[in-house]
């Protein structure tokens, strides 16, 4: 007689700061589906911590003498696992779980034993309440296949994220990818699963919100290119080229050109006429952002090179 076929165990990680409801269902929503489920709390001061451990959750509570990295808080959620934990769900704490999504991806992963992590589609639970929401979500809609990198929310072999040393815990954004680029020198892949994942609230109402998540993401871009952007894979090298030409460099020349001949203020227009050219392939709205979003990556990607050259580092740098 033929033995049944042992399920998978599965452990949750989910990370969070002051998420308050948002957390609540996220919890909730992994309940039943995962057999262990870890909670690490970044300093929260409304109470999330308590409620995790209400609803069952390990709570771990990050030392706040060293600074908070989303890094750090997955590699401590992963410590938490009980060795018997074969697969991981990584999720923020603003993110609702599909009641589908683990079971789908696990049987992925177990079918596939070259792919370390899956992920699906995460979409913005609000997309209509705002123009920075609906960005988000277009972000999200990556297509599905086998992928260079992951977001937060992704379920992955827990053996091979320690194996390859776990997240970056120095990075302050763009953890994921620079971890999925070190899975995937181990031989490692990493899939785009045409699954629904979570629903994420961005709460992202406000101009300067999305100005610093953007600016955000122009440090990701030059910290990633500082970490391996000579190696084969040229990691964020053309996102970070872009963001100091059009956010930084030619503004300045633009400028100084019109000082000396002022009519050559005239070749600002190229912006307009970027925004023109990438809107038959994202749409106005997109396009428009996407122009406008290089001064703030720019203006990241500068704070990254001029604290390394002072030897400092940043800490977090939070949009809501």
Request: hydrophobic share 40%; net charge negative.
């Given at each position: 007689m033929t033995a049944p076929v042992r399920a998978p165990e599965v452990g949750a990680v989910v990370i969070g700061r002051n998420e308050g409801a948002r957390l609540i269902r996220c919890l909730q929503s992994l309940q039943g589906q995962v057999q262990q489920l870890v909670y690490v709390d970044s300093g929260s001061s409304d109470g999330s911590a308590a409620a995790a451990r209400k609803l069952g959750a390990q709570v771990v509570d990050?030392?706040?003498?060293?600074?908070?990295?989303?890094?750090?808080?997955?590699?401590?959620?992963?410590?938490?696992?009980?060795?018997?934990?074969?697969?991981?769900?990584?999720?923020?704490?603003?993110?609702?779980?599909?009641p589908d999504w683990i079971a789908t991806a696990t049987v992925f992963l177990q079918a596939d034993?070259?792919?370390?992590?899956?992920?699906?589609?995460?979409?913005?639970?609000?997309?209509?309440?705002?123009?920075?929401?609906?960005?988000?979500?277009?972000?999200?809609?990556?297509?599905?296949g086998e992928a260079k990198a992951c977001g937060g929310d992704v379920l992955m072999r827990a053996a091979a994220v320690r194996e390859a040393g776990g997240y970056r815990e120095s990075l302050i954004a763009g953890e994921e990818p620079e971890l999925c680029l070190r899975l995937r020198r181990r031989g490692w892949q990493i899939w785009r699963l045409d699954a629904e994942m979570t629903l994420h609230d961005a709460q992202m109402l406000h101009f300067g919100q999305w100005w610093r998540r953007s600016r955000r993401a122009g440090h990701a871009f030059a910290e990633g290119a500082a970490l391996h952007g000579k190696g084969p894979e040229r990691h964020w090298a053309a996102e970070t080229r872009r963001a100091l030409i059009w956010g930084a460099a030619l503004p300045a020349a633009i400028a100084l050109a019109a000082l000396i001949e002022p009519p050559l203020l005239l070749a600002a227009l190229a912006y307009p006429a970027q925004a023109v050219r990438l809107s038959r392939r994202l749409g106005a709205e997109r396009a428009l952002f996407t122009v406008l979003g290089k001064f703030a990556e720019a203006s990241g990607a500068l704070e990254f090179y001029w604290n390394r050259r002072r030897g400092r580092t940043r800490g977090i740098l939070e949009y809501k």
């Open positions: 990050l030392d706040l003498s060293q600074p908070f990295t989303a890094a750090r808080a997955r590699n401590a959620g992963l410590a938490e696992l009980d060795a018997a934990c074969e697969f991981v769900q990584f999720v923020d704490g603003d993110c609702e779980v599909d034993t070259q792919a370390a992590a899956a992920c699906g589609r995460r979409r913005e639970r609000f997309p209509e309440t705002s123009v920075y929401n609906r960005l988000c979500d277009a972000e999200w809609d990556t297509p599905p």
